[in-house]
């Protein structure tokens, strides 16, 4: 019979104590033991961003206090961590939730291996993702390259998320010599440089917050996502990305909260395409779990003779935001002053830096990597390919977004530039997006400077655009 006194319950991507099944098996044991630990022996490019750093701050706290500061949280290399934990607390067994990068399987698998073979239960569960990436294949047993297959016969068709549970709380407590708020705060996540000072206007981590979130969209946003979604300036989309890819929410609570919501309408267009983009997220780690090496390299692999320009200069103007395309700016504002940006914007952005200005994806996916506060490695390389036409089901690489065009069409009245750029506040919305072809007595009545207080475009869109097309096909018949 299995001595059902201690467990330890591992803490990953899944920081909450709602709808999390590696606690509730936890909770069946005397004692537990909950642990986070910053794994030192990840491969470099999965180390944390500067963003995602202060989230994990604050999300840690947040747990803590859920679990009454009773978390160890810990750095170093999980395998030695757990062997030493196992051995000091006597511990009989060792749950957590599943991740699924090639490192992080490999990893987990060696750990379960040790722990079994020590006569121990170690159980995994599924908590992040709605279909498992090893369950949906194609019927000649392959992965789907393509979204909506993939998504619509593939998933949907294979069967229905799993209903979240209500999680068993923990009975008590491993006692443990422990101070967790001294602990968390000699780890350091916060950032030195005061740059973190805006995010707490807009971020709450941790699971409360993101259940906030999520009832402000169902009740605000949802039934007009379809639209409202590409609309930078209002909050029409649930700003949940963080949450999930933390998981302080799971995807499965999300899907069914909506669900409930408006009583099981899927016909509703509106919620379906909101659902799809969950189906988005899916399909992304879907990439990263059967292709690992996504992150890097080119799905697409024409794209390997890719004439990648190399411009330091042009890289910093996009990362700052000091292009002198305003919606392009006020997006990389928005990125460094809030930790976010919009999804259409993220677009724009992307198109702008591998199009227009012909610089290398993977610099764009690493500056994101560094500011979202949502970077994830799955959503993160997936989207950059995709945006770059190097991607599974990417955008063609000829569609290069025209940032004018998109600011006009997407934020008519300049109502996001104008907060991300207030030196442009005061220009009528017939120039917002192109200040370069105001008139001189127009940019004077509204104190703008182009070259002094708002930089000269770095590029000339028509010129720019018609290079990137020389450029693909270079590598189009190859
Ligand atoms: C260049 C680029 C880089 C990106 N990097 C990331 C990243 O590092 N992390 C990240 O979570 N998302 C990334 N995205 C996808 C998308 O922009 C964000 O998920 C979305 O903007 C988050 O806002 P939201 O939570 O309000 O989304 P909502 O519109 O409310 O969507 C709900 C959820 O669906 C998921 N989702 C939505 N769109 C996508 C998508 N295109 N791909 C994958 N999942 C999606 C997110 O988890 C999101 O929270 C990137 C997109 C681009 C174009």
Redesign the pocket.
């Known amino acids: 019979m299995t001595n059902k006194q201690k467990a330890l319950i591992w803490f990953r991507q899944d920081l909450r104590v709602k709808d999390n099944p590696a606690l509730d098996a936890a909770s069946e044991f005397e004692h537990v033991l909950p642990v986070y630990i910053i794994d030192e022996t990840a491969p470099e490019r999965a180390q944390l961003g500067g963003a995602s750093s202060w989230w994990l701050h604050h999300s840690l706290t947040s747990l803590g206090k859920a679990l009454q500061n009773n978390i160890l949280i810990v750095k170093g290399d999980p395998k030695a961590i757990l062997k030493s934990l196992i051995d000091e607390h006597q511990i009989d067994a060792v749950f957590w939730n599943r991740q699924y990068e090639d490192w992080q399987i490999k990893r987990d698998s060696e750990i379960k291996t040790a722990i079994k073979e020590r006569g121990l239960i170690a159980t995994s569960f599924n908590a992040s993702l709605l279909w498992e990436p090893m369950n949906i294949l194609k019927k000649d047993k392959t992965p789907y390259k393509v979204f909506t297959p993939y998504y619509r016969k593939g998933c949907l068709v294979h069967s229905q998320p799993r209903l979240p549970i209500s999680t068993t709380q923990p009975k008590s407590f491993v006692e443990v010599d422990y101070n967790f708020e001294a602990n968390l705060s000699a780890l350091e996540l916060l950032p030195k440089l005061d740059w973190d000072s805006d995010f707490t206007n807009h971020w709450a981590p941790g699971e409360e917050g993101a259940a906030s979130k999520l009832s402000r969209?169902i009740e605000q946003a949802c039934l007009a996502y379809q639209d409202g979604?590409n609309i930078p300036s209002i909050r029409g989309?649930?700003?949940?990305?963080p949450h999930?890819?933390f998981g302080e929410i799971s995807p499965n609570q999300v899907w069914y909260a909506v669900l409930d919501a408006f009583d099981g309408d899927i016909e509703n267009k509106n919620i379906d395409v909101?659902l799809s983009?969950?189906g988005?997220?899916e399909f992304?780690h879907y990439l990263l779990y059967h292709w690992p090496n996504i992150h890097t390299d080119n799905f697409n692999t024409k794209f390997d003779k890719f004439p990648w320009r190399k411009d330091e200069k042009d890289l910093k103007a996009w990362q700052f935001g000091n292009t002198g395309i305003p919606i392009i700016d006020a997006g990389m504002r928005e990125l460094y002053q809030t930790g976010y940006m919009?999804?259409r914007i993220?677009?724009v952005v992307?198109s702008f830096l591998v199009k227009n200005l012909l610089i290398d994806w993977r610099e764009?996916e690493r500056w994101?990597w560094d500011c979202?506060l949502?970077?994830?490695a799955a959503?993160?390389s997936?989207?950059?390919q995709?945006?770059a036409g190097s991607g599974a089901d990417a955008a063609p690489y000829f569609r290069v977004f025209n940032p004018i065009l998109q600011g006009e069409k997407f934020d008519k009245e300049g109502e996001y530039v104008k907060r991300y750029c207030p030196e442009l506040a005061k220009l009528p919305p017939k120039f917002i997006h192109k200040p370069w072809e105001a008139p001189s007595n127009i940019l004077n009545a509204c104190s703008v400077v182009l070259g002094k207080n708002y930089p000269k475009p770095i590029v000339d869109l028509k010129s720019s655009r018609l290079r990137a097309l020389d450029a693909f096909s270079e590598i189009k018949g190859g």
């Open positions: 969209f979604r989309t649930s700003q949940l990305s999930l890819h909101f983009e969950l988005w997220r992304s919009h999804n993220r677009m992307g764009g994101f979202l949502d970077a994830d959503a993160n997936a989207s950059w995709w945006v």
